[in-house]
């Protein structure tokens, strides 16, 4: 079967011209035209016709998932006759009103780049859609300016941003008596969601309560919608100078309805790729390995060790190693390590902490900025 030159493009918003779209393409091949359109149903979509059918294949294998005015695209191949896509997007839910933060504008810079995503070895099987690689793991070698810093919002503040929302959604699992995996997933689906959109454009406590929501159906503890609501609402209203929309007297079914529909904004976001891997199931397995050589105590290692793992999902665990200040890196670990290198290096660190020095080889490392961290299996004397 033929490869089409042509590609339809879909996500992007309507401050997006043509000639943004033409120059976002031009590194695929050379384009014939791009044609730019609008529907009642699907909102704005594009036709982009190279030349050839190559560039038609590079635009779907590198402009799939980039970032294009802080939006996520969706780059897909075309029919060359009908000039019309495979399979049209469903269409998006309206968004909620903008909420902005007065945030002093970060530092100009020379040049704008959209996030930059790590290269991975092509596996001997395609990548399935729940892989963390596919999609989620960004390149902390150059500087990522996420939607957030391109609204004006600083580092500084975003990373502040991302860690008390985490903690928030801690709170919110223990209020509502969720297991721990729940808090954990809610916090990766927070944190790539707000790689694609900024926090001056959500409220983030709403965000968090439609991810712990989501998180207690994907892990088979669902909770009813008003106690997220009744839950959400109370520890909001407690927060010092908490920079949310939700305040007493609240009518509680406009909370509730807010949830339901950032949790289809969530979904959306994230192309429905709600099965997060879990470290601290690697975890167990990597203990197992390592303590069976050597006389320790493996539930204080695993103790320690799953402290470091909820911080580095959280965005907490770059600050243990010190990162230079003009060094630029993302909040949270999770968004550039997968989960066996997140628990090895946690298992790593236990035993540091719990002073077990006798390795005899440690096999992998991975530099991070100024920094090392040891992964994979160790290997004691």
């Not at 190279?50 to 029919?79: C, E, M, P, Q």
């Amino acid at each position: 079967m033929e490869v089409s030159p042509n590609v339809f493009v879909s996500g992007y918003d309507h401050l997006v011209t043509k000639e943004v779209m033409w120059k976002h393409f031009e590194d695929c091949g050379t384009i014939y035209k791009v044609d730019m359109m609008e529907s009642a149903g699907s909102g704005r979509f594009s036709f982009v016709e190279f030349t050839d059918a190559a560039a038609g294949r590079a635009a779907v294998a590198n402009k799939d998932r980039s970032i294009l005015g802080g939006r996520s695209l969706r780059v897909r191949y075309a029919n060359r006759k009908t000039n019309t896509p495979h399979s049209s997007p469903p269409p998006l839910p309206p968004l909620p009103p903008t909420i902005p933060i007065a945030l002093s504008p970060p530092p100009p810079l020379a040049t704008s780049h959209p996030p930059t995503k790590t290269t991975t070895p092509m596996p001997t099987e395609p990548l399935g859609p729940s892989d963390p690689t596919s999609h989620w793991l960004f390149a902390s070698t150059t500087p990522l300016l996420t939607p957030s810093y391109l609204a004006g919002i600083s580092f500084d503040v975003e990373t502040q941003l991302r860690r008390t929302t985490s903690w928030y959604i801690i709170d919110l699992q223990r209020k509502l008596d969720l297991p721990r995996v729940a808090s954990l997933s809610a916090m990766t689906y927070m944190n790539r969601f707000f790689m694609l959109h900024s926090f001056s454009s959500h409220d983030r406590f709403l965000v968090a309560s439609a991810a712990i929501f989501l998180s207690a159906k994907v892990n088979e503890r669902t909770v009813k919608l008003t106690h997220v609501a009744d839950a959400s609402l109370k520890l909001a209203t407690d927060a010092e100078n908490a920079s949310s929309t939700i305040t007493l007297p609240a009518d509680m079914d406009f909370i509730k309805s807010r949830i339901r529909q950032y949790e289809v904004i969530l979904l959306n976001s994230l192309s429905y790729d709600v099965v997060v891997p879990q470290p601290h199931l690697a975890l167990a397995a990597l203990a197992d390995r390592a303590i069976a050589q050597v006389d320790m105590a493996r539930e204080n290692v695993l103790a320690v060790a799953d402290v470091f793992l909820t911080d580095a999902i959280a965005g907490i665990f770059p600050d243990c190693f010190r990162i230079p200040r003009n060094e630029w890196t993302i909040g949270t670990l999770a968004l550039q390590l997968t989960s066996d290198e997140l628990a090895a290096g946690a298992l790593y660190l236990s035993c540091r902490f719990h002073r077990y020095g006798s390795f005899s080889s440690i096999y992998v490392f991975i530099y991070l900025k100024n920094y090392y961290l040891c992964l994979s299996m160790c290997i004691f004397i």
